[in-house]
């Protein structure tokens, strides 16, 4: 069946650094593919999607591109902040509507 | 615009109790989505409703949980008889279109002691 493998976190990071969390999948078809965020105590926030091979999706600073040659959609910040650290969580929607996610990588940030 | 409203925010009952977890979702979404959320399995999708009919319901755990959607801006999602091991968050989520993304709720933190 479909699948998501996000890599494991805790990933730590100084204020201003680059960030790269790493989605792949497994899917047949041709899913849409999601980051959402969670910060502690609050629901999942669309970060940012992409529907088609070779979409970028682009939200405060974040990018990630459709990579159906390698089956990948990483998760980039050139500079983040200490106000980015929460969950980020890969997701991908299959032709039944529901979602898929991966299991979550923590990000956090330090001053 | 109002987002996906749940209710109660967080909910500690003793086990052998009924719990009810609602969600109101976003006003002409078509889909709703109960998930659960748990350190050991991360998030789990329960059941979907489409157009107030349940969809799929295959990862709803046991007999003792039910969900209904008698309109298409309530559901519930009932606990009969609750035991420790049902503790997590739960979230609703809500959504329209193959393309777009679901819209969560803010969740309920359940506690069964």
């Known amino acids: 069946g479909d699948s998501v493998t996000q890599m494991e976190g805790p990933v730590t990071l100084s204020e201003e650094a680059f960030l790269t969390i790493n989605c792949t999948y497994t899917?047949?078809?041709?899913?849409?593919l999601f980051w959402y965020v969670q910060y502690p105590g609050e629901g999942l926030q669309l970060l940012l999607k992409?529907?088609?091979?070779?979409d970028k999706g682009s939200n405060k600073g974040f990018e990630a591109t459709y990579r159906k040659e390698t089956t990948s959609f990483h998760l980039e910040k050139g500079s983040v902040q200490v106000s980015d650290s929460a969950v980020y969580f890969c997701?991908?929607?299959?032709?039944?509507?529901?979602?898929?996610f991966g299991s979550g990588t923590r990000l956090l940030v330090r001053p | 615009d109002a987002g996906v409203i749940q209710s109660p925010r967080h909910e500690v009952t003793e086990m052998g109790q009924e719990v009810t977890l609602r969600c109101k979702p976003i006003?002409?979404?078509?889909?709703l989505f109960w998930y659960r959320q748990t350190m050991m399995r991360g998030l789990e999708l329960l059941i979907y409703?489409?157009?107030?009919?349940?969809?799929?319901d295959s990862g709803m755990p046991e007999d003792r949980f039910s969900a209904k959607m008698p309109n298409a801006s309530f559901s519930t999602l009932k606990i009969q008889p609750s035991e420790p091991r049902d503790s997590a968050v739960y979230f609703c989520?809500?959504?329209?279109?193959?393309?777009?993304?679901?819209?969560f709720g803010d969740g309920t933190r359940l506690s069964i002691l």
């Open positions: 409703f489409n157009n107030n009919v349940p969809i799929d």
């Open positions: 992409a529907t088609k091979a070779d």
């Open positions: 989520a809500s959504k329209t279109g193959r393309d777009q993304p679901q819209h």
């Open positions: 006003s002409g979404h078509d889909y």
């Open positions: 997701a991908l929607a299959d032709s039944s509507y529901k979602l898929i």
């Open positions: 899917a047949t078809g041709y899913p849409s």
